[in-house]
T-cell receptor, first 115, second 114 residues
């Protein structure tokens, strides 16, 4: 069974540009989460989808970040325009809707560098 | 509100020595607790989880952790370190239901010397 995949693995952009990160969850996982780790800080929750609906987006830092999950399968996270403080590693995770343990399976992350 | 504190951002041990990585949590509801590991250039991998069953939880690669409610702790241990255990370890807490956000500690980097 394929795990959570993320694309790209690395992205280097200039301040003011736009970047789109993609996450493909494990097949059949209705829960999809985005997290971010800024250098030297803890991994922080950004938002949570249940199928195509945003269940919780309390962690989104500002309106420069837009997440979508069309059709309830893969998800994209767009940053527009990117700022220096957006640099970090963006993780995607997925889990079963009826999972009893809240175990979340993580992807390898996308390392975003904003110059 | 929930939070996690990992004591020690770096821990160094010798090969064969006991590994002890400390995690204390704060939660206003019964928690689920997790330890994840991140090897260099890889994603987060679940080591073990506590979900209100047995308080002593055994995970992969010989790791285990004990949930101590009175101490609000969930320390990770391994009796004998291997070189391959060198990685970053994250403790996380969530509420005791599926589909809720994980709250992570800042991580502890484990170094193992020969």
């Amino acid at each position: 069974e394929a795990g959570v995949t993320q694309f790209p693995s690395h992205s280097v952009i200039e301040k003011g540009q736009t970047v789109t990160l993609r996450c493909d969850p494990i097949s059949g996982h209705d829960n999809l989460y985005w997290y971010r780790r800024v250098m030297g800080k803890e991994i922080k929750f950004l938002l949570h989808f249940v199928k195509e609906s945003k269940q919780d987006e309390s962690g989104m830092p500002n309106n420069r970040f837009l997440a979508e999950r069309t059709g309830g399968t893969y998800s994209t996270l767009k940053v527009q325009p990117a700022e220096l403080e957006d640099s970090g590693v963006y993780f995607c995770a997925s889990s079963q809707l009826a999972g009893v343990s809240n175990e979340q399976f993580f992807g390898p992350g996308t390392r975003l560098t904003v110059l | 509100a929930q939070s996690v504190t990992q004591l020690g951002s770096h821990v160094s041990v010798s090969e064969g020595a006991l590994v002890l990585l400390r995690c204390n949590y704060s939660s206003s509801v019964p928690p689920y607790l997790f330890w994840y590991v991140q090897y260099p250039n890889q994603g987060l991998q679940l080591l073990l989880k506590y979900t209100s069953a047995a308080t002593l939880v055994k995970g992969i690669n010989g790791f285990e952790a004990e949930f101590k409610k009175s101490e609000t702790s969930f320390h990770l241990t391994k009796p004998s370190a291997h070189m391959s255990d060198a990685a970053e370890y994250f403790c996380a807490v969530s509420s005791n239901q599926a589909g809720t956000a994980l709250i992570f500690g800042k991580g502890t980097t484990l170094s193992v010397s020969s």
